[in-house]
């Protein structure tokens, strides 16, 4: 068993990061035959300018790894020629035997296959490895799976994988080991590429150059207080290793990579920390551990900087991916960081194997262990969860949490600090902002790739759309691994994260703690809007009658942000209109089912059957100009009315039926004129104001090549909360 399986945090998690003075042992197991499969990796493709892609490497996975944690370090091997996502990948695995041969093409290793899908099924994301695959003699190592992915540099690669078991191996030496390089046609000899070839003594003399830059420019640096939220500076990144950019950005002052820091409050106490007995005689290990985006990089990357400047000796891992794709070179060059002796600013210490480079650090009792995002390397199932508590306590492991965001002080200083970079926002803007990025640091840097500011345009920013289909893709793969009373438990922590109430079953296996987390008083959070909205989606989809009971009304009642409450109204009230209708608009709008749409409505699919009404609801977090939309058909007349919904609790709002109309009606309509139905259309306001009702009239653009329609002719119907659900009226307080 390997120790790394019993790892005190869940594999969902996507940041831990451990502060120690000993190598942690975890990170270095030794795994039985039985519990690791070994995959040949070959990355192949046409001649591209002279150039053929090779197999280049082999790597061991242990074998309770599923489907999709497989296609995550696949992305990452790949990613340099590849920016597709892992769930793109499609792995499909050949049920007919195709020996394994590294000098033949992929051409040849399946000329008698002919269609690959037609010899080939496609993997499922909850499918193991050990299960699909396995042990068997190396001797009938063989091809098993086809990774496919779009290509995005125009060289039309295909990865493949085979698979066969070996006796011994270690999880960080060559065996976990994922690499691709571009070859000439000339076949490189050994020489060339080994420790004392020509090449590698190139790349080593640019690390020990850059090694020397590094620490040089760090004791150039004036001192800062790393606690104080006025302090906004550019440190030198402490590592010779790459500077993960999608974390710290790309900036290089006189070509030293730099990164961006602002002082945070939980500086001093990871300082104070590291200062404890405990900690400084190695019987203590930190993780610093919480909520993707909240920081925790930049605050170990300053942690790191900070302790060089002191004249620590700092082993600093920033990116445990490489860890995974080049082990030797990246702790080997990290090492050699931590030991940089400015008397012999030359010297470069070499190393056989990894187990060389933690024989080497446990012998010095006062070096700092610094890893960022640790828990690549927890390829572990929920079914070992119950141990992690038992590992926790007998390690002597301390968790520092980092959910959430900036806290009112910091934010506050962050827009000042960024006013130049950002357009002036009002009031109800700034409190938009802080809402969908919960004030974490990654996602307030958003704010600055946008020009002009309104509620839709900052939703459509790429870094935001890509967390809301983080949440989704996440959710969507996890439900469909789950057991019946699994994918209910699933559901019932999910609501409570949306609600903010307590979590009665926390098992942290089942749930994205990237965006979800329960606090210490043991209620469910979400980290931000975005997440938060994203989810909703997902509970609407997977729920009979979702928002309706008591506790979404209690939440709505005890939320002390606006927005929140606002957003909460708005999908209990959408559930209350499926479920008993909106007849204070039109009295042929009872009791319908409703329907989940992407871009348009499948109206399509509704006119095909003798159903009279439907509410359809956008699963998009940022969809424009409409909550949700009914369609009614008056089938013996061939009259349809389409009844758009925008639901708001403020005075002031976006002409939302204009936008509709104009922008959106023309493509709406076409399925419904198609079936010959007259189509007519009522645009409803669910708000506070005064009931009321009004026609707006077609409008009409004259043209050289005549008359154009901007919009139809359309009605406008305000009703109250209260009218359509009396109980939320009263969650809301506006009526007693």
């Not at 927890?378 to 980092?402: C, D, M, W, Y």
């Not at 920013?461 to 793969?477: C, K, Q, Y």
């Not at 989809?541 to 002390?560: G, T």
């Not at 005075?651 to 198609?674: A, G, M, Y």
Request: net charge negative; aromatic share 8%.
């Amino acid at each position: 068993m390997s120790e790394l399986q019993y790892s005190p945090f869940p594999n969902s998690a996507r940041r831990l990061h451990l502060v120690r003075r000993r190598f942690p042992p975890a990170l270095l197991p030794i795994m039985s035959p039985r519990k690791s499969s070994s995959l040949w990796c070959f990355l192949e493709g046409p001649q591209f300018a002279g150039t053929i892609l090779k197999p280049y490497n082999v790597f061991d996975i242990p074998n309770k790894t599923n489907v999709f944690q497989l296609k995550g370090l696949i992305r990452e091997a790949i990613k340099q020629l590849h920016t597709v996502d892992a769930e793109q990948l499609q792995l499909l695995q050949l049920d007919s035997v195709v020996p394994i041969d590294p000098d033949s093409s992929l051409a040849q290793r399946l000329e008698g296959l002919g269609d690959i899908a037609a010899c080939s099924r496609e993997l499922s994301s909850g499918e193991e490895v050990g299960v699909l695959f396995p042990a068997e003699p190396h001797s009938q190592a063989r091809l098993h799976i086809v990774v496919k992915c779009p290509d995005v540099l125009n060289i039309a690669s295909e990865l493949t994988l085979s698979y066969h078991n070996r006796l011994h191996h270690s999880y960080l030496n060559s065996a976990c080991c994922i690499s691709f390089s571009l070859s000439a046609s000339r076949k490189r000899s050994r020489s060339e590429t080994d420790e004392g070839g020509r090449a590698t003594k190139r790349k080593l003399g640019k690390v020990v150059r850059d090694i020397q830059a590094v620490h040089k420019t760090i004791k150039k640096m004036p001192d800062i207080n790393f606690s104080d939220y006025t302090t906004l500076t550019n440190l030198p990144f402490p590592s010779p290793l790459t500077m993960p950019f999608q974390r710290f950005g790309e900036n290089k002052i006189d070509g030293i990579p730099h990164f961006e820091y602002m002082g945070r409050s939980q500086f001093c106490d990871l300082q104070r920390r590291i200062e404890r007995a405990a900690f400084l005689n190695g019987s203590e290990t930190l993780y610093l551990y919480g909520s993707s985006g909240s920081g925790k990089s930049h605050l170990l990357a300053a942690l790191a900087y900070h302790l060089v400047r002191e004249g620590k000796c700092v082993f600093y891992i920033p990116n445990c991916h490489d860890l995974l794709l080049t082990p030797l070179s990246t702790m080997r060059d990290a090492y050699n960081f931590a030991y940089h002796d400015p008397l012999d600013p030359g010297a470069f210490k070499q190393f056989g194997d990894v187990e060389e480079v933690v024989r080497c650090l446990n012998c010095d009792p006062d070096v700092y262990i610094i890893i960022d995002q640790v828990n690549v390397l927890e390829l572990v199932t929920a079914n070992e969860n119950s141990n992690r508590e038992i590992f926790k306590k007998q390690h002597g492991i301390t968790v520092i949490p980092a959910f959430g965001g900036l806290d009112s002080d910091e934010t506050n200083h962050w827009f000042l600090q960024h006013h130049d970079q950002i357009p002036q926002l009002s009031p109800e803007q700034r409190q938009q902002a802080e809402y969908l990025t919960g004030c974490m640091p990654l996602l307030l840097k958003c704010l600055t790739e946008i020009a002009n500011f309104d509620e839709l345009d900052f939703r459509k920013i790429p870094g935001l759309v890509h967390l809301a289909s983080d949440v989704s893709t996440f959710a969507v793969n996890k439900l469909a691994t789950l057991n019946p009373l699994d994918r209910e438990n699933y559901l019932k922590i999910m609501s409570a994260c949306v609600r903010g109430d307590r979590v009665t079953y926390n098992d942290q296996s089942l749930f994205d703690l990237r965006y979800f987390y329960v606090d210490a008083e043991g209620n469910g959070c979400s980290t931000c809007g975005i997440a938060l909205e994203g989810m909703v989606s997902i509970l609407r989809a997977h729920s009979d009658a979702p928002f309706l009971d008591a506790l979404w009304y209690e939440a709505v009642e005890r939320s002390n942000n606006p927005i929140v409450r606002g957003f909460l109204a708005e999908q209990i009230c959408l559930s209350h209109i499926a479920t008993s209708g909106l007849q204070a608009v039109h009295p042929g709008l009872d009791r319908m089912p409703s329907a989940s749409f992407d871009d348009k409505p499948a109206f399509d699919n509704f006119l095909s059957t003798e159903r009279e009404r439907c509410l359809y609801i956008p699963t998009a977090y940022n969809f424009k100009t409409v909550d949700g939309a009914i369609l009614l058909l008056d089938r013996q007349s061939k009259k349809a009315t389409i009844f758009a919904i925008q639901f708001t609790l403020s005075d002031r709002h976006k002409q939302s039926d204009v936008e509709f109309h104009t922008e959106l009606w023309s493509k709406w309509i076409k399925p419904i004129v198609r079936a010959e139905f007259t189509v007519d259309s009522t645009f409803v306001w669910i708000d506070t104001k005064e009931p009321s009702q009004h026609v707006h009239r077609k409008t009409v653009r004259a043209l050289r090549s005549g008359d154009q329609v901007v919009h139809p002719e359309y009605s406008v119907i305000h009703v109250d909360v209260e009218t359509v659900d009396r109980k939320l009226a009263r969650a809301l307080k506006l009526i007693i």
